[in-house]
């Protein structure tokens, strides 16, 4: 069997891309199978997977508060969101047989394991697929960042970051039909450039610790699968 790429990796699954339920669902269970059965496939084949997953979806601090609530219970009301998508996320993988750990950077005991990194490496190196919810547990830090700080924390060799884009562009694709994608791009370029990646923030720290994020699209999540077996899929933000 091919060796992977990676061995372990930190996945970056926007909440917006896990919507769509229709009305009065912000869950769209079918995208998230389709998820899970590309992590199932990974963990079969004994890739460490940690994931990261917005709540966009669900609620967004700064633009969903709107003023109207203040900025830090905003934030604290946007990780409370991650933390429903990663509930619905673990509950379809454990129904497909993967072992799967929930923690949270905010301690919600009868829900999920708080985070402690020296269990969640001992999670992953056991097979599991664990899940970090509620972002850093800190205000005005975005889940972008959470990824990039998790990643560094479990020695991640990659992060994975699944987008509605196929990638990195000059310019918005949705708006500029003549938008031209990177294959590869640098960190610098990426902050210089004001590019629509991860926010400065994550970008930085994944640029000080050395650690690659690849951009692709989760529109087929067997892309998950393809990229951490080394196949060249959308842009690679590298030093």
């Known amino acids: 069997m091919e060796k992977p790429l990676y061995k372990r990796v930190l996945l970056k699954v926007s909440g917006e891309a896990l919507g769509g339920g229709g009305v009065g669902s912000p869950l769209n269970f079918e995208v998230i199978r389709r998820v899970c059965e590309a992590l199932k496939v990974c963990n079969d084949a004994g890739i460490q997977v940690g994931v990261v997953i917005g709540g966009g979806n669900i609620w967004r601090g700064v633009k969903d508060g709107n003023g109207k609530v203040d900025r830090v219970r905003a934030d604290h009301m946007g990780m409370m969101a991650t933390v429903i998508n990663s509930l619905a996320v673990a509950d379809t993988l454990e129904q497909m047989g993967v072992d799967v750990r929930v923690q949270t950077a905010l301690e919600i005991r009868a829900v999920a394991e708080p985070y402690i990194r020296a269990r969640a490496l001992r999670h992953l190196e056991k097979g599991r697929v664990v899940i970090f919810a509620c972002g850093t547990g800190r205000p005005f830090f975005s ?19 699944a987008k509605n884009v196929d990638g990195v562009y000059d310019s918005d694709p949705n708006i500029n039909p003549g938008a031209i994608r990177f294959d590869a791009i640098t960190y610098a370029d990426v902050l210089s ?16 610790n050395h650690i690659p994020v690849i951009v692709f699209a989760l529109e087929e999540p067997g892309n998950i699968y393809r990229v951490i077996m080394g196949e060249k899929l959308g842009t690679t933000v590298s030093n």
Do not use: C, H
């Open 193 to 208: 450039r004001q590019l629509a990646v991860m926010d400065s923030t994550a970008t930085s720290l994944s640029m000080d």
């Open 143 to 161: 889940t972008d960042t959470a990824a990039a700080l998790y990643a560094a924390e479990i020695g991640a060799q990659a992060i994975l970051l």
